[in-house]
């Protein structure tokens, strides 16, 4: 659509200035009509070397069946095991802080350093 209508050759088939020879020999003899030629849709992008993968080549081929939804699906279930045992170190140190408050207020002495060296 859009390509074709700011195309070289379908601005000059409009103006009624084009013809086949007059195409072929300016091709020929002029080159492109506005400097370097670009062809759209031919080039492939590089394959990145295995050299260079930050990731050790036994993972990659550990998880190279799987699909993309999948590896997706298997992140989520992680992300979610993260935070449940993130949830459960917030709780155990809540329970060690709420201990210790309670060893200083019944018995302090239990936790000076010279009660152990000085048991008979």
């Known amino acids: 659509g859009q ?3 700011n195309s ?3 601005r000059e088939k409009q103006e009624g200035k084009f013809n086949r020879r007059s195409s072929i020999e300016s091709v020929g003899s002029q080159g492109p009509p506005h400097g370097t030629r670009v062809v759209l849709g031919r080039e492939t992008s590089p394959v990145p070397s295995p050299a260079v993968s930050r990731i050790p080549r036994e993972i990659m081929d550990k ?10 699906e298997m992140v ?3 992300q979610a ?3 449940e045992q993130g949830k459960k170190v ?6 060690v802080d709420s201990m210790l408050i309670k060893v200083m207020e019944v018995s302090p002495v239990l936790l ?3 009660v152990l060296s000085c048991k008979p």
């Open 90 to 95: 917030a709780d155990l140190e809540d329970y």
């Open 81 to 83: 095991s993260v935070e």
């Open 3 to 5: 390509k074709l209508k």
């Open 63 to 72: 998880y190279s069946r799987q699909t993309r939804e999948d590896l997706i």
């Open 76 to 78: 989520i279930m992680l």
């Open 112 to 114: 000076e350093k010279n």
């Open 8 to 10: 070289y050759s379908f």
